[in-house]
């Protein structure tokens, strides 16, 4: 595949009608091998972030070699593409046929529950032809934690109460060959300090049930940077789980497991859009909230934008993007940063939209056509880089 130096230079070969959706995989591997080297224990990818199937060989090949899974559709696809990749179902609550297939069909020996039912449901649709129970399942009960310190709580939906949760972990305990605590802390999680409490919550729950725990796994909410959200140091945050971790009344041959995802794919993608009409500061452009800029629409998140036009020289404005379906919901607030002058027939790109970016895209109103493109420049920005630029503001504006 012919790999295009940079966006611009996709705009100015091309001149693309559609959204172009442009791949790193360099970005994407970069990522993988720094959880693979440096976080003290397993990694496993949240392929709910970003499940594209080209995206999954780069992360194997970098050395993640364990996946997230949340349905029997991401169990087969993952185990299409990495026949030998470790895949662990952590949707804590699933339909029995999906745990019967994941075990018999796809070596899936790992579940997440937070229910005495949906053990139930686990050891059931594990259990041999005669009735006899499982004998090698790692199971991951999930507890409750605070996402206070995250851009996205992930607080309510699932997750035992810690007041509840001794009767399954020692529910749990009985029949699993390994069990583990998992829990989420949120999504963009902005200070170590998340985990740090979440384990401390974790600590009381091992003592209040009197179990011994083979697996702690703390979820993700790994960071990425975004306009507004200068994050620490990904050392960091492993330096602060590790001292948790070590400090936990666990097994001795214990295993840490993380999920990130956002941490290891948003710098995979990013966005060429096309400005169809100015309107003031509001610029309508061909994708929007029913496609790669959900985020963007629904949660107000705010991405890196530059404009991919030579010789637009007014100072930097903010913008709202429109989206190019009928509905007004369709509305981008931001604000987006760009220069004053742009017009109608520019192009812009949008930065660091792999994670929840182009797997969210759908067809409604009959776009989200597209290609895929590879570039061989840097995302906007990075977590992996080993430093941190000095930021005049908040956004990236650029005037090539």
Avoid at 75 to 92: G, N, S, T
Avoid at 147 to 156: F, I, N, R
Wanted: hydrophobic residues 45%; charged residues 20%.
């Amino acid at each position: 595949m012919y790999i295009h130096p940079d966006a611009s230079a996709v705009a100015g070969a091309l001149a693309p009608d559609e959204p172009v959706i442009l791949n790193r995989p360099h970005a994407a591997a970069r990522a993988a091998r720094f959880f693979a080297q440096k976080f003290p224990g397993k990694s496993l990818y949240a392929v709910k972030a970003n499940p594209s199937p080209e995206l999954l060989r780069v992360l194997w090949d970098a050395g993640i070699t364990h996946y997230d899974v949340a349905s029997i559709a991401e169990v087969r696809l993952v185990r299409a593409v990495l026949p030998e990749a470790v895949l662990c179902f952590m949707h804590p609550v699933k339909t029995a046929a999906a745990i019967a297939e994941a075990y018999t069909v796809h070596g899936v020996r790992t579940f997440s529950l937070d229910t005495q039912e949906e053990l139930d449901k686990i050891v059931a649709a594990t259990a041999a032809a005669d009735g006899s129970p499982a004998t090698d399942l790692s199971l991951c009960v999930r507890l409750r934690v605070s996402s206070d310190y995250a851009e996205l709580s992930l607080a309510s939906k699932f997750g035992i109460d810690l007041a509840d949760a001794a009767p399954l972990l020692q529910a749990t305990r009985q029949v699993a060959d390994a069990l583990g605590i998992c829990f989420h802390v949120g999504s963009q999680a902005m200070t170590p300090f998340a985990y740090v409490q979440a384990m401390e919550r974790v600590r009381a729950a091992i003592v209040d049930a009197s179990v011994t725990v083979d697996i702690i796994d703390v979820g993700g909410g790994f960071p990425s940077i975004y306009p507004g959200m200068t994050p620490p140091p990904l050392e960091d945050y492993f330096a602060s789980i590790h001292r948790a971790a070590e400090s936990l009344p666990i097994s001795y041959s214990s295993e840490l497991w993380c999920e990130p995802g956002r941490a290891l794919c948003a710098e995979y993608n990013s966005l060429i859009v096309r400005v169809e009409k100015r309107r003031g500061q509001e610029l309508y452009i061909n994708d929007g909230a029913y496609g790669a800029l959900y985020d963007a629409a629904h949660v107000g998140w705010r991405f890196p934008v530059r404009c991919l036009v030579a010789g637009r020289s007014g100072e930097a404005e903010r913008f709202s993007f429109y989206g190019p379906t009928c509905d007004d919901a369709d509305y981008m607030e931001g604000p987006f940063e760009l220069p004053a002058d742009i017009q109608a027939g520019d192009y812009v790109e949008i930065g660091m939209l792999g994670a929840y970016g182009a797997a969210m895209r759908t067809k409604f109103n009959g776009f989200g056509e597209g290609t895929a493109l590879d570039v061989a420049d840097e995302p906007m920005d990075s977590q992996y880089r080993g430093r941190r630029d000095t930021r005049v503001s908040d956004n990236v504006v650029s005037l090539r």
